[in-house]
């Protein structure tokens, strides 16, 4: 008994030995696979630092650089670019502006875009392929060329009035170019396919049983749409919102075309403030104050919604 005893300790501390002998070469070939990896990612870490992180970084020092005019020899550091800007009631209503018109291009997107996600989704895979290429083709037009083509439609007197006036809808032109309702429409326009894609991404994930299962029990399809699949793509409903809010915020060219100075959007007082006033360092303290006010609206969205549907956002 004491050799089988003997002889099978001297098995385990053999065992032991083996495991011991093959870590190394375990670790070797774990160290070999994050070289690689960072090797591949190394050209793109090096684009994203020299042409993102570097400039972002020099913005936001350049934010707290206080001169008077172009004369930078009596420069000092401080928060009054900041100060300057919430204390004045003209970049507030800009601010506030920027948020209203992204909310509105939100909801708009949301309201076209969610029933043709769900079509694409109820179609066959050969549709699903002609209905995505037909969302996404608008992303091969330049959204200049998009927007002229809006600038031509919403003109006074254009195809849009003329087309309400002789339905006898209107008696008047519309003034929608050069105002809110007509840079709500360019954005919306814009960033629609983000929605349909977003929100169709879901959509596609859910288990066409759980619906199945829900009509057998005799729920009606509304209902079903209500308690099953509206709650289960609450997931690329956030993100489509989260995109196509972010981008409406930081839009500068469809404002500009749109709205005209009529609607005094962030990005474009910003422009104004850093190309035609040459104000380099207020316009860039109102950069950061868009990034922070989009980065805090879109993490209070997204974790309000977290927390509610605990189920659907594991």
């Known amino acids: 008994m004491e050799n089988v005893g003997y002889t099978s300790d001297q098995k385990m501390s053999t065992n032991a030995k083996e495991s011991l002998k093959l870590t190394p070469n375990s670790k070797g070939k774990k160290f070999k696979k994050y070289t690689a990896a960072i090797l591949l990612l190394a050209p793109l870490l090096l684009f994203i630092l020299a042409f993102f992180v570097v400039p972002m970084i020099y913005v936001f020092y350049l934010s707290f650089i206080e001169v008077e005019g172009l004369d930078i020899s009596n420069a000092s550091y401080s928060i009054g670019n900041y100060l300057t800007f919430f204390s004045d009631p003209y970049f507030l209503r800009s601010l506030w502006m920027t948020v209203k018109v992204s909310v509105y291009a939100?909801?708009?997107a949301l309201i076209l875009g969610y029933p043709i996600a769900l079509t694409m989704a109820k179609s066959?895979?050969?549709?699903?392929?002609?209905?995505?290429l037909l969302v996404a083709s608008p992303l091969l037009i330049s959204v200049v060329v998009r927007n002229f083509?809006?600038?031509?439609?919403?003109?006074?007197?254009?195809?849009?009035?003329?087309?309400?006036?002789?339905?006898?809808?209107?008696?008047?032109?519309?003034?929608?170019?050069?105002?809110?309702?007509?840079?709500?429409?360019?954005?919306?326009?814009?960033?629609?396919?983000?929605?349909?894609?977003?929100?169709?991404t879901s959509l596609y994930n859910i288990d066409p049983s759980l619906e199945k299962a829900s009509s057998i029990l005799g729920t009606s399809p509304f209902k079903t749409f209500l308690t099953v699949t509206l709650p289960l793509s609450l997931?690329?409903?956030?993100?489509?919102?989260?995109?196509?809010?972010?981008?409406s915020m930081s839009s500068y060219v469809t404002p500009a075309l749109m709205g005209g100075a009529n609607v005094p959007v962030i990005p474009i007082v910003i422009y104004e403030q850093i190309n035609t006033l040459f104000r380099w360092t207020f316009g860039s303290a109102i950069s950061y104050?868009?990034?922070?006010?989009t980065l805090i609206s879109v993490t209070i969205f997204s974790r309000i919604f977290e927390r509610k549907f605990k189920e659907v956002f594991r």
């Open 124 to 132: 066959s895979a050969r549709m699903r392929g002609y209905l995505t």
């Open 149 to 200: 083509g809006w600038y031509l439609l919403l003109v006074p007197n254009g195809v849009i009035d003329q087309f309400l006036m002789k339905l006898g809808i209107i008696d008047s032109p519309l003034k929608l170019l050069f105002s809110v309702e007509g840079v709500v429409i360019g954005l919306a326009n814009s960033f629609l396919p983000f929605m349909v894609l977003s929100i169709a």
């Open 235 to 247: 997931p690329g409903v956030v993100a489509g919102i989260v995109l196509v809010f972010s981008m």
């Open 289 to 293: 104050i868009l990034l922070g006010v």
């Open 106 to 108: 939100v909801i708009i």
